[in-house]
Each structure stands twice: as structure tokens, then as C-alpha cells.
């Protein structure tokens, strides 16, 4: 399973942007994809991930800001980033989890100047 991610960026506080995650491999028709965040010296965080049957799980503090969609028939998951916050700032991960394995992607930086 492969997963390539694309939309991170430079962006001012306010501003938007968009990331996109398409997974290729042996994908399951049931599955979970999600992003996750790690900002430098602070642990990997859930931000939303969301079940290919539509439920979807969001961070606390990206609720009202963050929309996470899918479509299933291309095995990619996004994340409409609005709103963004100098605290945004990260590297941003794609997972997929298939049964009982996880697999990552290779991570995109999101900077989000003040």
C-alpha cells in the first residue's frame, strides 16, 4: 500500500488550503483514512479521519475549520484546511488503516505564518 500526499504549503493565518492523499495498493472496500499532525517536539496528532461507510472524527481544535471528504471510487481522502492558525503549523500525515494494519504517508508541511 502506497499513499502520496499533495497540497501542503505557505500560507497566512486566515488562509486556506487543501491536501489530498491517494492510496494505491490492495485497498479494501472498508476502510479508515485520516490525517494526523506532528509539530516539531510535540507527539503525532489525530486532526480527522473519516470510515469509508461516511462517519467522520474530528480534533476538538480544528472543528468549524476542518472538512475532511473522500471518494472511495479513487481511494483519496481530503482535508479543506480554513481558517488556519499560526498552531497549524505541522507536518501532515495520511493514514489508512486496512484490518488490522496501518500504513503512512510520507508527510506534507503545512507553515501558517502570523
Known amino acids: 500500500v502506497q499513499l502520496v500526499e499533495s497540497g501542503g504549503g505557505l500560507v497566512q493565518a486566515g488562509g486556506s488550503l487543501r491536501l489530498s492523499c491517494a492510496a494505491s495498493?490492495?485497498?479494501?472496500?472498508?476502510?479508515?483514512m485520516g490525517w494526523y499532525r506532528q509539530a516539531p517536539g510535540k507527539q503525532r496528532e489525530l486532526v480527522a479521519d473519516?470510515?469509508?461507510?461516511?462517519?467522520?472524527n474530528y480534533a476538538d481544535s480544528v472543528k468549524g475549520r476542518f472538512t475532511i471528504s473522500r471518494d472511495n471510487a479513487k481511494n483519496t481522502v481530503y482535508l479543506q484546511m480554513n481558517s488556519l492558525k499560526p498552531g497549524d503549523t505541522a507536518v501532515y500525515y495520511c493514514?489508512?488503516?486496512?484490518?488490522?494494519?496501518?500504513?503512512w504517508g510520507q508527510g506534507t508541511q503545512v507553515t501558517v505564518s502570523s
Open positions: 493514514r489508512i488503516v486496512l484490518g488490522m494494519y496501518g500504513y
Open positions: 473519516m470510515y469509508s461507510g461516511g462517519n467522520r
Open positions: 495498493g490492495i485497498i479494501f472496500s472498508s476502510n479508515t
